[in-house]
């Protein structure tokens, strides 16, 4: 059976998919899934044993200059790729029109979630089959649930399992443990203080361990290095590639993640992880995975799952608090000292496992 599966992004997005696949795999022997992605992506559904061809989709880069997409050609290849193979079924698991619309272009059944299911309910206008997955869910559970009902098999009890090979991943011989401060991410409101992120790093080195910071533009290489700065067991890595990210981190001994795609990535690779949550709910998108740690905000406004924040400081918050420094205030529940000792706990468990 051979499944062409719609799912273009974004990063923690991509990676959600992978338990579903894994669910499949085992139910159906023998099934193969194409997967369209955006080409940022591309390489993640590689990583999968079930995935066959990877379909690379550039909508973000493509709007920015239509005629330009249509002159080169490349729109036109990309139909051909959707067209060169025959497919049982259609998985469109975006639940958007951009990606209900990738469906028009390929001649097979398409599934995929009800208008009452999905993320913009006119997408379920383009599916020959629409499915109810209840909301409320963690996205790996509705896309595993998704799966189940399309494809026809019982869903599996218990955790998901991504189904990646993390072994072939890691850098042996393994060198000096060091745990990795995932510091970047889009939303302002997400953003750990860097001050908190500097406290951390210095609390580890008082327990030797090495830090390492990486980096995806340059923002947020400034950012690392002001962490960085001065402290000697603060490492700013070179400019990485997805691969390159995911080889440092299935070879970390812990990770420190803000809410971004790269703490998917870590769950998925079974890096014990603590994931920091302000203004955003770890309840429906957090870190899935074995070693998991959510750490909420208890704030009186989180989470506000606001790309800005419009909290207006008390006289009290103005004498307790630097404004400049540790903002946004819903970070101030989850202060260095309370990360410090939930992440030395990890990492001594780990060195027990």
């Known amino acids: 059976m051979r499944v062409l599966l719609v799912k273009t992004s974004s990063l923690g ?25 955006e080409e940022g992506f591309a390489e993640i559904p590689t990583w999968h ?23 080169s050609g490349e729109w036109k290849r990309f139909k051909q790729n959707l067209r060169a193979e025959k497919y049982d079924l259609v998985i469109d698991a975006q639940g958007l029109v951009k990606s209900a619309w990738l469906t028009r272009y390929v001649k097979a059944p398409v599934a995929g979630l009800d208008k009452h299911s999905a993320r913009e309910p ?3 206008h383009f599916y020959q089959r629409r499915l109810a997955v209840a909301r409320g869910q963690h996205a790996v559970e509705r896309l595993r649930q998704l799966f189940a009902v399309a494809l026809g098999y019982d869903l599996p009890k218990g955790l998901g399992d991504y189904g ?20 970047g991410t889009t939303w302002d409101t997400k953003h750990w203080p860097e001050v908190y992120w500097r406290d951390l790093t210095t609390r580890m080195g008082h327990l030797g361990v090495e830090v390492r910071l990486p980096w995806g533009n340059p923002a947020e290489k400034a950012r690392a290095e002001r962490i960085a700065n001065g402290l000697h067991n603060a490492v700013v890595l070179p400019k990485l590639n997805l691969a390159g990210v995911a080889k ?15 703490g998917h990535l870590a769950a998925a690779l079974d890096v014990p992880t603590i994931s920091l949550f302000g203004p955003t709910n770890p309840g429906l998108t957090g870190a899935y995975g074995k070693v998991q740690i959510h750490l909420a905000s208890d ?27 540790e903002w946004p205030l819903c970070f101030t529940r989850l202060n260095p000292e309370r990360v410090a000792s939930r992440l030395s706990t990890l990492l001594l468990a780990e060195e027990l496992r």
């Open 13 to 37: 997005d991509v990676i959600h998919a992978l338990p579903a696949l894994t669910d499949a795999a085992r139910a159906i022997p023998g099934i193969t899934f194409d997967w369209v992605v």
């Open 49 to 71: 044993p079930a995935v066959g061809k990877v379909i690379p989709v550039a909508i973000r880069r493509w709007r920015k200059n239509i005629w330009e997409t249509l002159k």
């Open 122 to 124: 006119l997408a379920s």
């Open 164 to 183: 990646l090979d993390v072994e072939r991943l890691v850098e042996l011989p393994r060198k000096k443990p060091y745990v990795l401060f995932l510091h």
């Open 248 to 262: 440092v981190l299935a070879s970390a001994s812990g990770c420190v993640a803000v809410d971004t795609g790269l």
């Open 299 to 325: 704030f009186s406004c989180a989470p506000c799952l606001q790309k800005k924040c419009t909290y207006q400081p008390t006289a009290q918050d103005q004498q307790r608090f630097d404004l400049k420094k």
